[in-house]
Nanobody
Framework: QVQLVESGGGLVQAGDSLRLSCAASGRSLSSYGMGWFRQAPGKERAFVAALHWDGRTTDYVDFVKGRFTISGDNARDTVTLQLSSLKPEDTAVYYC????????????????????WGQGTQVTVSS
């Protein structure tokens, strides 16, 4: 069983940065790929970023491109999401997710592509 634990959320002001981490246990993250999603109050869980199982290829939803960066540390089984130039509309609970099998890249934005989810970490951005 894979367990994911997010950390690094908090309350910040617009323009600030945060570094979210996702630590995995029960399985190595390498060769599987990972995703980050977020859910704002009253909204559905939405794709934010994904890291391909090759460890290099990444993808982002348009409204975070240039501001967020996803990266992986296979030695530590940790995936990080660096958030910069934060905006109030980035306020949400952020979740990391891992697939059961190597991530199907064509379906990286779909929550159903991921079998394991962390508990989430709250990010609140004040204006």
């Amino acid at each position: 069983q894979v367990q994911l634990v997010e950390s690094g959320g908090g309350l910040v002001q617009a323009g600030d940065s945060l570094r979210l981490s996702c630590a995995a246990s029960g399985r190595s993250l390498s060769s599987y790929g990972m995703g980050w999603f977020r859910q704002a109050p009253g909204k559905e869980r939405a794709f934010v970023a994904a890291l391909h199982w090759d460890g290099r290829t990444t993808d982002y939803v348009d409204f975070v491109k240039g501001r967020f960066t996803i990266s992986g540390d296979n030695a530590r089984d940790t995936v990080t999401l660096q958030l910069s130039s934060l905006k109030p509309e980035d306020t949400a609970v952020y979740y990391c997710a891992a697939p059961l099998n190597p991530l199907r890249w064509s379906r990286r934005v779909e929550p159903r592509s991921y079998a394991f989810w962390g508990q989430g970490t709250q990010v609140t951005v004040s204006s």
